[in-house]
């Protein structure tokens, strides 16, 4: 059951926790501006989303943009609380999957603004794959796309590489001989922020659809069973990765944005990382110790994708849009907020894209042309583009919250050894046959 309005009730308590200073939508001085606010998790805190919101304004100066930064959790779990309250932002980052369909009744459908603005066969301008994941159950678009992105990745500093003249692992056995050698000589592994759920789904997908992608998205949908052998499999490799010393020690209690992350891309102090394509970003960065990191004088860096069961076959990458903007029904102001969004979409997104690497385009009438990007960093945007068109396993984001919840549970369970591959499957497999779909 998506049980939306339960869920926003029961979570109200959490208001209390997050700290905001409210700003209502159509207030302004002199009666010259509409206020338009605006909440997401992405973009982030870079210095550079003040610079849009300003082109934005210049551009549009009867529209003020009140913008909110909030991580991924403490976004969602705010929103809830707003939204029940009846005074949450009037335009709100989303992704796709189970957030999208659980904020469905606070949702406008979007579908009659672009058909008024770009006709009929509107939907021709973006990525089929990213529209399959918008559409409604009634055929409508509750959202739109700022940029793609794809899960499964891993990265790696060469400079330890060559440290210790080491290869790019390309299959499981090979990490682990690598990661051994790293541990020898004090250094640290894979590192993984395992205590954020998101990294260890896309891990989990990843290592899956490597061994089967069909019964992957199969078991998904409750067609396949999760005790299936290959599903069971993908289970037992995760949780070799902590049994094996793959994954860096105490990985649980550490979180990725900015925990590990940082160590990869401002320190540089380890020599592996499991990350996305959005990870590409850091090319861009201008932050000073980012800008040493990865456009130093040695500066080399790869990003790869593993043979997590040995088959000679690379897994595939899983395809999501990175975030969407979605427009609150109860708002006010919707046409400026629309104004907004579709100026995100199009302005912005060339801003984020070809300025600041932050996604893959989303628009097919949008030519990816980076500029200042060095030659190490155009050599993975080629790779992470010609894994984009030709080996993509399937979604990043499942529907169903609650199967991913319980998901979540045992790759945690499995991390810390408290259960067996087929337990966890088991598990799941009851979750799956009365999750509601």
């Not at 509409?34 to 992405?42: A, F, I, L």
């Not at 069909?214 to 052998?229: H, N, P, R, W």
């Not at 456009?295 to 790869?302: I, L, P, Y």
């Not at 980076?370 to 993509?392: P, S």
Request: charged share 25%.
């Amino acid at each position: 059951m998506k049980k939306k309005v339960v869920s926003i009730l029961l979570t109200s308590v959490m208001l209390i926790s997050i700290s905001a200073v409210p700003t209502f939508a159509g207030e302004t001085e002199g009666g010259e501006q509409t206020v338009v606010r605006v909440q997401s998790w992405n973009p982030g805190e870079e210095e550079y989303r003040y610079e849009m919101i300003e082109q934005f304004e210049k551009e549009h100066p009867d529209i003020k943009i009140e913008y909110t930064y909030m991580p991924y959790t403490d976004h969602v779990e705010k929103l809830k609380v707003d939204l029940s309250a009846g005074d949450a932002a009037d335009v709100f980052g989303v992704q796709t999957g189970a957030m999208y369909n659980e904020f469905r009744d606070f949702e406008e459908d979007l579908t009659p603004y672009l058909i008024e603005k770009y006709g009929e066969d509107w939907k021709s301008n973006y990525n089929d794959y990213a529209m399959s994941l918008l559409e409604g159950s009634d055929g409508g678009y509750y959202a739109v796309p700022l940029g793609l992105s794809y899960a499964g990745y891993a990265w790696a500093n060469m400079e330890y590489f060559n440290k210790y003249d080491l290869q790019i692992p390309k299959n499981y056995e090979e990490l682990k001989a690598v990661c051994q050698t790293f541990r020898e000589n004090g250094e640290y592994p894979m590192v993984i922020g395992a205590k954020d759920s998101w990294i260890n789904i896309d891990t989990w997908i990843n290592i899956a659809s490597d061994i089967n992608s069909e019964k992957l998205y199969s078991a998904i949908e409750g067609e396949t069973s999760f005790t299936d052998k290959d599903l069971v499999q993908s289970f037992e490799i995760w949780q070799n990765c902590f049994k094996d010393g793959i994954f860096q020690d105490g990985a649980l209690g550490v979180g990725m944005y900015t925990d590990s992350t940082d160590m990869y891309q401002k320190e540089g102090s380890i020599p592996m990382i499991l990350n996305g394509s959005w990870a590409m970003g850091a090319y861009m960065d201008s932050d000073e110790q980012s800008q040493a990191v990865y456009n130093g004088e040695n500066s080399d860096h790869e990003i790869f994708l593993v043979d997590w069961n040995g088959d000679g076959k690379t897994a595939p990458v899983a395809e999501a849009i990175d975030v969407s903007f979605a427009i609150n029904n109860q708002s006010e102001v919707k046409d400026a907020a629309w104004t907004f969004v579709d100026w995100m979409i199009h302005q912005g997104a060339e801003f984020l894209i070809n300025g600041h690497l932050q996604y893959m385009p989303a628009r097919n009438d949008m030519k990816l042309d980076v500029a200042g990007l060095n030659e190490d960093g155009k050599a993975n945007l080629d790779f992470v583009v010609e894994q984009g068109k030709n080996n993509v396993g399937g979604y990043r984001e499942m529907a169903y919250a609650e199967l991913k919840e319980v998901i979540i549970n045992e790759l945690t369970e499995l991390a810390l050894g408290n259960i067996t591959p087929e337990e966890a499957a088991e598990t799941i497999e009851e979750a799956s046959q009365i999750q509601e779909r």
